[in-house]
Nanobody, 129 residues
């Protein structure tokens, strides 16, 4: 059974740093793409970042580029989202999601939430000004 579990959400001050974790079970990261999405109250789900397990390509949304960084530890089957210089507008529930092969992702498709097959339950990040 495929399972994704996010952790690390917290209440933060603007300008701070936080690292989220996405622990996966039931599959190996080597062939999967893992994405981070977020959703704030009253807003649509937004693609934050993605890492392609096949070639370690990474992608970032415009609003987080240069501040957030995605990485994976395949030995631990865990993907991390390092979030720096946090802003109040980063406040949201953050979800990780996995795409099952053979579907692949690229710079124009990684933000398509409907392409992802498995989702975690989410973790809340709140940034105060």
């Amino acid at each position: 059974e495929v399972q994704l579990v996010e952790s690390g959400g917290a209440l933060m001050q603007a300008g701070g740093s936080l690292r989220l974790s996405c622990a996966a079970s039931g599959f190996s990261f080597d062939d999967y793409a893992i994405g981070w999405f977020r959703q704030a109250p009253g807003k649509e789900r937004e693609g934050v970042s993605c890492i392609d397990g096949k070639n370690n390509s990474t992608y970032y949304g415009d609003s987080v580029k240069g501040r957030f960084f995605i990485s994976s530890d395949n030995a631990k089957n865990t993907v991390y989202l390092q979030m720096n210089r946090l802003k109040p507008e980063d406040t949201a529930v953050y979800y990780c999601a996995a795409i099952v092969p053979p579907v692949s992702i690229g710079p124009l498709t990684w933000q398509r939430s409907w392409e992802y097959d498995y989702w975690g339950q989410g973790t809340q990040v709140t940034v105060s000004s």
